[in-house]
């Protein structure tokens, strides 16, 4: 039985950060589309789903908080790992094809707004796509199968859910034509790493995939504006 402390402080946290971050701005596609602009629908359909995926997250073994301080060191240290990986995708094996466009918004955009924007963006990210669309899955696939799942199944549900949040909120709204390029890049650059805080979340919890994916850009922002 998970202590009540276990679940009651780190979901009161995750509820009422992801609130704040709804109310100031919605990010996400579906989620925009689902509040028609209303920042008190905003706040109330986080609400819902922190509280959804919570219970699904519990239903299918995954936990909010371990209560131990390395899970928290271990997301700080893929924060700085994935950091460094995606500059090397971005400032190197994918520099030449990256659009003008992208290139100068991390050079004209102040780091400090950078930092806010993708920091917000990435933990609401996580709530929507992690605690509660990979949670849910899991969570209907074992109500399927209570047996238990295969590490590739739960592998699969990483992928597929990462994929869906990239698919609506970039490769859909990218101007640019969709090549095998392209979803080549798209692959390396946005759904491995969703991938490794989705296998940290499933591992060491979820706010481990928080510190990971949030603490990530405090690394990523300084780096790419310098490098790119």
């Not at 819902?48 to 060191?73: D, F, K």
């Not at 995606?86 to 992208?102: E, G």
């Not at 990523?220 to 310098?226: K, R």
């Amino acid at each position: 039985m998970i202590a009540p402390l276990m679940w009651i402080t780190p979901l009161a946290i995750i509820l009422f950060v992801s609130a704040v971050i709804a109310i100031i701005a919605p990010f996400d596609v579906m989620f925009t589309a689902a509040t028609f602009g209303s920042p008190v629908l905003r706040a109330i359909l986080i609400a819902v789903l922190v509280l959804a995926g919570a219970w699904a997250a519990n239903s299918a073994g995954l936990r909010l908080l371990t209560g131990q301080i390395g899970s928290v060191l271990i997301g700080a240290i893929a924060a700085v790992l994935v950091a460094g990986y995606v500059v090397a995708i971005d400032c190197y094996l994918f520099r030449s094809s990256l659009p003008a466009s992208y290139v100068q918004f991390f050079e004209q955009t102040p780091l400090a707004a950078r930092l806010a924007y993708f920091m917000l963006r990435a933990f609401n990210e996580n709530v929507i796509y992690r605690l509660f669309v990979f949670s849910m899955a899991l969570c209907l696939l074992l109500m399927a199968r209570p047996q238990g799942l295969a590490p590739t199944v739960i592998l699969a549900v990483m992928v597929a859910t990462q994929a869906l949040n990239i698919g609506l909120n970039v490769t859909a709204l990218s101007p640019d034509p969709i090549t095998p390029a392209t979803l080549s890049y798209e692959a390396l650059r946005y759904i491995v790493p969703g991938v490794i805080w989705a296998w940290l979340f499933w591992r060491f919890g979820f706010m481990a995939a928080e510190v990971a994916s949030v603490g990530c850009h405090i690394f990523l922002q300084p780096a790419l504006g310098m490098l790119l």
